[in-house]
Nanobody, 127 residues
Framework: QVQLVESGGGLVQAGGSLRLSCAAS????????MGWFRQAPGKDREFVAG????????TYADSVKGRFTISRDNAENTVWLQMNSLKPEDTAIYYC????????????????????WGQGTQVTVSS
């Protein structure tokens, strides 16, 4: 089991950048595939980006490709989401999550495949 804590959210102008962090406050995330999701008011939670345990595979939602980059350092027990060229439609609560499988090489995108979730961090992009 792993407990996750996100940080790095905030208010930024359109075109700006933010870097979100997800750290394991208990347990180790090194054996899990990790994902970032977001949920805007009145909308369903959606997949943003994912990375396999070994960093050999990454997957991005079409809406963020070329702008967001997911990375991890298992020795630091941390996953990051670098967000560049932010748009107002990126405004949401961002959650990191750990895939329920261990040592998987394929990034999964459905939220129900992720068993451990952080509390979320708010990202607001002003126009």
């Amino acid at each position: 089991q792993v407990q996750l804590v996100e940080s790095g959210g905030g208010l930024v102008q359109a075109g700006g950048s933010l870097r979100l962090s997800c750290a394991a406050s208990a347990g180790s995330l090194s054996k899990y595939g990790m994902g970032w999701f977001r949920q805007a008011p009145g909308k369903d939670r959606e997949f943003v980006a994912g990375i396999s345990w070994s960093s050999s595979s990454t997957t991005y939602a079409d809406s963020v490709k070329g702008r967001f980059t997911i990375s991890r350092d298992n020795a630091e027990n941390t996953v990051w989401l670098q967000m560049n060229s932010l748009k107002p439609e990126d405004t949401a609560i961002y959650y990191c999550a750990a895939d329920g499988r261990q040592w998987g090489y394929v990034v999964v995108t459905p939220a129900q495949e992720y068993h451990y979730w952080g509390q979320g961090t708010q990202v607001t992009v002003s126009s």
